[in-house]
């Protein structure tokens, strides 16, 4: 097999199939391609995350993933309604679990206002109006703008739209390794493309190290669940706490699901390999002693971390979990929620020259080739407008 599309984008995740659409519009006579390793879409992440459409105001204004957010949350909402996918415009409440936490409600409130986003400063009573279960100390934030999608179906209907656009999406079919030039290695093959973009997702930092990229990061994975309601757990909308914003995550807070069930989570457990779903699936020695190594410095040199692993391997306890819900919602019984969803896998990149997290996208590449490295939550909101950054800096790079 010998191809040579004059783009190739490495993995289908929401990401690169939005990056892949973005190059069809933007390059109209141009061949574009994309390869996935596995046999069907939506896999790890763009299929496994919490569906929820955010709507940018946990950011500072001077971060890509403000801009992203806010317009991806008007975008990908109008493409959903356009495309006929299921959206529940459910809206979220952030709660104050007591005065000490009114700080944080207004810095949101700033956010939101230097980020062009909608957000309400609403009483309690006000609160309950809008959801009757809900439990916040004398003030709580409404925002309307906040939605619920089912993932996998967005990413089904993206790849419909740009396989009719003429965009060719191949399953089964893994990155092997480069070849000699742009060559990529592909079973049964090569790919030589006139430009790759890099999409990879848990995999980014491997294939753009074969390119003379991510020489100081490599991806860190984190696990995530949540944990499922009874039937009787029904919310009219997402609860959130105030977050630490210090802290990566944003904290235990109710989902509620497109179709009506609501969810608790997620947990973010330091993973011990990059595909760690569950028991020994696709386990690797290498990759295991690898990250380990990583989560060891970064424990005894970090105390953010220490307090996140302690706080995590509490959380992985579904009587815990439901304990620390409880703090947002009346109800809320740990006899209620048994049901752990299907586990996440966060691909978080690292910054090895600091020992810490990167927090924003973060992209590398030039005249031949780009590397989406750090595409971390929201990124499944930022996509469109995001994929709309990538081609412009592949234009950039070749001009």
């Not at 807070?253 to 009506?260: A, E, N, R, S």
């Not at 691909?347 to 996208?361: C, E, I, K, N, Y």
Request: glycine share 8%; hydrophobic share 40%.
């Amino acid at each position: 097999m010998s191809h040579t599309p004059d783009f190739l984008v490495v993995g289908a995740g929401i990401v690169g199939l939005t990056v892949a659409r973005a190059l069809a519009r933007e390059h109209p006579d141009a061949s574009v391609m994309v390869i996935d390793k596995e046999p069907a879409l939506a896999e790890h992440a763009s299929g496994r995350n919490s569906g929820v459409l955010h709507a940018g105001f946990y950011y500072t204004a001077d971060s890509l993933k403000a801009r992203f957010t806010r317009d991806g949350n008007r975008q990908l909402t109008a493409w959903c309604e356009a495309r006929g996918v299921p959206v529940r415009r459910c809206g979220k409440l952030v709660v104050a679990r007591d005065a000490t936490e009114h700080a944080g409600l207004d810095e949101l409130l700033a956010r939101g206002k230097r980020n062009g986003v909608e957000l309400v400063e609403i009483t309690e009573a006000e609160a309950r109006e809008i959801e009757p279960r809900v439990l916040t100390s004398e003030r709580a934030l409404w925002s309307p703008t906040t939605s619920s999608v089912d993932p996998s179906e967005v990413v089904r209907a993206l790849a419909e739209e740009i396989r009719d656009a003429g965009v060719v999406v191949r399953t089964s079919t893994p990155y092997l390794g480069r070849a000699e030039g742009l060559r990529v290695r592909v079973p049964g093959g090569e790919i030589e493309p006139g430009y790759l973009i890099n999409c990879a997702g848990l995999y980014a930092d491997r294939v753009a190290r074969d390119f003379g990229f991510s020489k100081h990061y490599a991806i860190l994975p984190f696990k995530g669940l949540y944990l499922y309601g009874d039937d009787d757990q029904a919310l009219r909308t997402n609860i959130y706490p105030v977050p630490d914003l210090g802290m990566p995550f944003l904290g235990v807070h109710f989902t509620v699901t497109v179709d009506g069930h609501v969810k608790i989570g997620p947990t973010a457990l330091p993973a011990f390999w990059r595909e760690n779903y569950g028991g020994l699936h696709r386990f690797s020695l290498v990759e295991m002693v690898q990250v380990l190594s990583a989560e060891a410095r970064m424990f005894l040199t970090d105390a953010t971390f220490r307090r996140l692993a302690r706080e995590e391997i509490d959380k992985s306890f579904r009587t815990r979990l439901a304990r620390r819900a409880a703090g947002l919602a009346t109800g809320v019984e740990p006899s209620s929620y048994r049901r752990w969803g299907r586990p996440g896998i966060r691909a978080q990149l690292l910054d090895r020259r600091t020992g810490s997290l990167v927090m924003d996208f973060l992209v590398e590449g030039d005249d031949r080739s780009l590397h989406v490295l750090n595409a971390v939550s929201p990124a499944f909101t930022c996509a469109l407008p995001f994929a709309d950054h990538v081609v412009g800096r592949v234009a950039e790079l070749c001009s």
